[in-house]
C-alpha cells in the first residue's frame, strides 16, 4: 500500500476520460424507461404545436411578460405560484427517494432520457456495445469514417430540433418555423437555438454519465435521502458470492459457489460504468438495467431471478423493512398540503390588481376650503381574458370623498392602467394623525372581480 | 485613478491570475501519503459512508485553464485592468447613450408626430393625454403631486392661478427653460410694525377678513413697497413671476404666519429647465397635458 501510493505520488491527479459503452438491455424496467422517454420527449417536442383559445397553448412570453398555460395567464405578480411548483417538486423529489431512490434519474431526468435516445441513434450507426468498442480500437478509414459521421449528423439534427422546440417555448412556434424556414431569425433565436442544441449534442452525446457523476447536485443530495428502508438497486451479496464461471447443468453448491456466475453483464450494461457488485454507490442512477440483464441470464441459467434487485439495505441484513417511516408521512403530507393549497389559491385567483402608491412629496395637502387632500396614484392591472369596466369606491373615514374624473374605469383585458386620484376630508373627521383607507374596485359586470385594497389616509389632528 | 492605485489593480489582478495558474498546477499532483487511485481515503461518515480518492477527469482541469484564458482575454478587451482604457474602447457611458439613442429611434416619432399638433388640440387627444399623463408621472409628479395638485412652495397646475402665465407657450417655457422666482426679504425695510400692516392688507385683498385700520396703513406701503413687482392692484406679474395676491391662492401657506413670513424672510422657486433633458417633442406633450387640466 505505502509503496502503491509513493510510486503514485507527484502524478497528475486528473485522467483522461474513459468512454463508457453500455449494453443494450432489455426487460421491464427497460420498457419502463422507454415509456418514461416516449412519453416526456413526446410532450416536450409536441406541446408547443398546440394552440389554444386563441394563442399556443403553452408560451412563455418575456418579453410581455405573461405566461400562457392554457386558460390560465400567468402575470409577473403570479410568481409565488412557480414557488409553489418549485416547493411541489422539491417534495415530491424527497418523497420519492426516499420511498424508491433515485427514481428522477433513472426513469424521468432529461440527461437520462435524452442520453437514452442518443444511444439508440448510437446503435443505428456502430452497432451494440462490442462493435462500438471495436470500431473505436480500429484505424481511421472509410467505414469508420461513414459510421461516425452518420452519428454525429443525426445527433446534431436532433439536438437542433431540441434547441428549436426549446425556443418554441419561448417565442410562437408556428412564427419561428416561418422564420427559420426564410433564414430570417433574430439573433438572439438564433443564438439560444445554437445554445440549446449544443447542449444537447454536448450532455447527452459526449458528456453523458459524466453530467451525473461530476456536475449533478441532486445526484449528492438524494443520497442524503436514503435510509435502511429506502429501495434501491442491489445485489444479493449473500446469494451470489463466491462468484465464478460454471456449466448450466453443473450444481453451483457442490462446486463452492454462489448463483453469481461472473458474466459482468451488469457491468457492460451500466450506463456510468459501475460495479453494482461492489455495493450501494453515489454513481448509480437507478436505472435498473443490471436488474434487467441479471434476470435474463438467472432465467437462462434456471435460477430464480433476482439476484440484483429493487430491495431494502434492512431486507438484504434479514430485517423487516418498514415502508411507512416518520419520514415518509412527512414528506406525504407537507406534499399534499403545499399541493392542496397552492391548487385552492390557483382555483381562487382574481385576474385583477389594485396597487396603490401614496403620494411622497407632502403628507397630505389642505386645500383652500380648508379640505385635507391626499394623493394616491393607482396602478389596475386587468389579467382577465376579456374587457371591463371598473369602479372604484373609497371608504374608512366618515364624510370620505373621492375624486376622480370619471368613477367608471374602463380597462381592457391584458391592460395597466395608472390613475392619479385624490381623497378629501373636512378635518374635523379626523381624530388621529392616520387612518386606514379601503379602496374596493368592482367590475361593473361580473361581482367576482372585486379586490380591495388598504391605504393610508393622513391628516392633522383637529380638536 | 491616479498613476499609482492604476498600477496597484494591475499587478494585483495579474499577480492573481498568475497565483491562480500556480495554485492550479500545486495541486494538480499527488502528495506523498496520499491514498492511492481507488482505495477508500479512511474517511467515513453516518457509520458507513466511505470516501474513495477517485481522480477528477481532465476536462475539469481545462474548465480551471479556460477560466484563465477567459479572464486574461475580458481584460483585454475591456477596461479592467487600472487606467488601461481595452482594446475595443467600450465605456458605460458609450453604452448608455447607445442605449439612449436606440430608445430615441424606437419612441421619438411617436413624440415627434404629437409636436406638430398644437397644444390645445393635443389636449383633446387621449392616446396622446394617456402618454402625457405617464410623462407627468416619470418626471413631474416629484415636486407637483401625481394629480398636479402641487404642494407647499410647488405651484398647482391644476387651477387657473399661473405664476408665469397659462398660455400654451408660457407652460411650454416654463418646462424648457425653468424659472427662477425671488420675492426679496422684506423684514428689514418694513419693521416689524410694517409687516403687520401689509400682511393685512395682503389677506384684505383676497377678502379674507383682517384689521381695516392696520390693512388701511398697509395700503400705502404696499403701493411703495410691493406694487413695483406685485403691482398696485395685487394681481401681479406674470413677466416676472410676481404672484397674484388677490385670487385667495397661497402657495407658501395660506395662514396669517406663513405670510408674514414670506413678507420677512422672501421665497424663493426654482423651477429647473428641462430642454436638455427632455427635448422639444416631450416637453410639447407635457405642456399639453397640463394645459389640458385646466382648460378641459
Redesign the interface.
Known sequence: MDEKSNSAANAEIYQKHKKVYPREVHGLFASLRNTGVFTLLGLYYLVPWFQWEGHQAVLFDLPARKFYIFSLTFWPQDFIYLAGLLIIAALALFFFTTLAGRLWCGYACPQTVWTEVFLWMERWFEGDRNKQIKLDKSPWAKNKFLRKIGKHTTWLIFSAWTGFTFVGYFTPIKELSILLVNFNLGPWETFWIIFYGFATYGNAGWMREQVCIYMCPYARFQSAMFDKDTLIISYDEKRGDPRGARNRSADPKNLGLGDCIDCTLCVQVCPTGIDIRDGLQYQCIGCAACIDVCDEVMEKMDYDKGLVRYTTEHAIEGVKTRLLRPRVMVYSLLLLVVASTLGYSMVMRMPLELDIIRDRNALYRETNEGLIENIYTLRIINMDRQDHVYRLTAAGIDNLKLLLKNRDIPIKSGEIVTIPIRLQVDPVELNKVGYNVVFDLIATDNDTLHVQETGRFIGPISR | MSTALSWFVIIFTLANIIGCYVLIRL???????????G?VTGHTWDGDLQEYNN???????WLFYITIVFGIFYLVIYPGLGNYKGAIGWTQLEEYQAEIQAADKNYGPIFAAYSQKSIPDLGKDHKAMQAG??LF?TYC????????????G?PNLRDSDWLYGGSPEAIKTSILNGRNGVMPPMGAALGNEGVEEVAAYVLSLSGRSSDSALAAKGKTRFETICAACHQADGTGNQALGAVNLTD???LHG?SVGAIKKTIVKGRTGIMPPHKEFLGEDKAHLLAAYIYSLSNP
Not at chain 2, 141 to 152: Q, R
Open positions: 495541486t494538480s499532483r499527488r502528495k506523498e501519503g496520499e491514498a492511492a487511485e482505495s481522480p477528477l477527469p481532465m476536462w475539469w482541469l399623463q405617464r408621472l409628479a416629484a415636486c407637483h403631486g401625481s394629480d398636479a395638485g402641487g404642494a407647499t410647488f385667495n391662492v397661497w395660506r
